[in-house]
């Protein structure tokens, strides 16, 4: 069993927080070459109450193509988890298939899990650790001590925009491209506190529990915005602690979103088609521990 799957299990039963990151973790950044840094741009505005406006820019928007990577390194150990997938901003729905690290000989260990992601909750098929193949997990993301911003191994794309609500302080760098498309390049900390008072119902909860959750509140991030103030590339770097007497595990966490417009459609799973029996340890986790129900309940 390799490192990350111990660490998951070591932290499985606490409410799916951050340790459940050990087992659905982070993002490979492509260093993005900024020219002009700390050159004036008028269009640029006030880089704080920019980043403020960035969720609702995303909401009114309507939808968007997403790809995620989480990223994880600890004891020597580096582990890359990557989903791809759509997200309803309006409708504050999503679908990701996320895909699990290969074992260490490099064949793939888990099948890719399916994640529905709803305002509040989070579903998962393909879950492993004892659930039936035709059902789904349900989790609150509430009860999860990071929020879901970890835990499912791809950070909720309007979840990851809203933390920037808490924007303390945001430096603009300058422009460049992501994906070919013209963007702006921000550099700042938010406050997952101070995210969460502003957040929208649906994330209000969720960060709330982040903000208690994580190693500290403070959030350092890269944001790159288009010219319509719309995310392309979001990164945050998270602090968590792995309960030991140890240095906090750093995972990092990229969203790229494209494809602005495109159709969704996610429908969530009937009461019928949801595990509600206990979930075993296990590698593959994600949120419920031992003794608890699907829901992350007892």
């Excluded at 790809?67 to 791809?84: C, F, K, P």
């Excluded at 595990?249 to 159709?263: K, Q």
């Amino acid at each position: 069993m390799v490192e990350w799957e111990r660490a998951r299990e070591r932290r499985v039963g606490r409410a799916g927080g951050p340790a459940l990151a050990g087992g659905l973790i982070c993002a490979c950044l492509a260093a993005s070459a900024c020219s002009g840094q700390g050159t004036a741009d008028p269009g640029a505005g006030d880089p704080v109450a920019v980043l403020h406006r960035a969720a609702d820019r995303l909401v009114a928007a309507g939808s968007a193509k997403t790809r995620t990577a989480m990223e994880m390194a600890s004891g020597g150990t580096r582990v890359t988890i990557r989903g791809e997938g759509v997200y309803d901003f309006e409708g504050r729905r999503g679908r990701l298939k996320v895909r699990l690290p290969q074992d260490p000989a490099g064949t793939s260990e888990h099948r890719p899990i399916t994640e529905l992601l709803a305002p509040g909750a989070l579903y998962m098929k393909n879950r492993g650790a004892g659930v039936p193949d035709d059902k789904w997990v349900r989790v609150e993301t509430a009860s999860m001590s990071d929020g879901n911003l970890v835990t499912g191994g791809a950070t909720d794309p309007l979840a990851a925009a809203e933390v920037l609500r808490g924007t303390r302080e945001a430096a603009y760098v300058g422009r460049t491209e992501v994906a070919g498309t013209a963007v702006r390049h921000y550099r700042g900390t938010a406050d997952l506190a101070r995210a969460a008072r502003r957040a929208s119902d649906g994330n209000r909860e969720a960060l709330a529990a982040a903000a208690e959750g994580f190693a500290t509140a403070e959030v350092p991030f890269d944001a790159y915005l288009d010219d319509e103030g719309r995310i392309r590339k979001l990164r945050h770097r998270f602090s968590f602690s792995n309960g030991r007497d140890e240095a906090d595990v750093a995972v990092a966490s990229t969203t790229l979103l494209y494809d602005f417009g495109a159709a969704v459609r996610v429908r969530l799973p009937e009461e019928r088609d949801i595990y509600a029996g206990r979930i075993a340890e296990g590698p593959g986790e994600a949120g419920g521990g031992p003794g608890e129900g699907a829901d992350g309940k007892n």
